[in-house]
Nanobody, 114 residues
Framework: QVPAVESGGGPVQTGGSLRLSCTVSESIFGGYVIGWYRQASGNARELAASISRSGIINYADAVEGRFTISRDSAKHTLYLEMNSLKPEDTAIYYC????????WGQGTQVTVSS
């Protein structure tokens, strides 16, 4: 079973917006916390935002105030609304449980140009 299918990425200019979607497998969506991770070229993968089954949300400092995470349990889908994008947001974005399972989707590339 494919663990996750991420979509919605693409090229955008600084200050622009994107909305990412991720359809997640039952095994991942069933976890208490799921989230969006990102990996910039040459960097380790990092957790950008997470949301628990009860709705508790946490953001990395770098995205706080600009990104909004949400989930649709009926659709097993996770969303990430990204506003005021910066070049340093350029990365491949993935979704997974927290802590993550060993299975990752293909991710979706976000490229922010200055």
């Amino acid at each position: 079973q494919v663990p996750a299918v991420e979509s919605g990425g693409g090229p955008v200019q600084t200050g622009g917006s994107l909305r990412l979607s991720c359809t997640v497998s039952e095994s991942i969506f069933g976890g208490y916390v799921i989230g969006w991770y990102r990996q910039a070229s040459g960097n380790a993968r990092e957790l950008a935002a997470s949301i628990s089954r009860s709705g508790i949300i946490n953001y990395a400092d770098a995205v706080e105030g600009r990104f909004t995470i949400s989930r649709d349990s009926a659709k097993h889908t996770l969303y990430l609304e990204m506003n005021s994008l910066k070049p340093e947001d350029t990365a491949i974005y993935y979704c997974n449980s927290f802590p993550p399972t060993g299975d990752w989707g293909q991710g979706t590339q976000v490229t922010v140009s200055s």
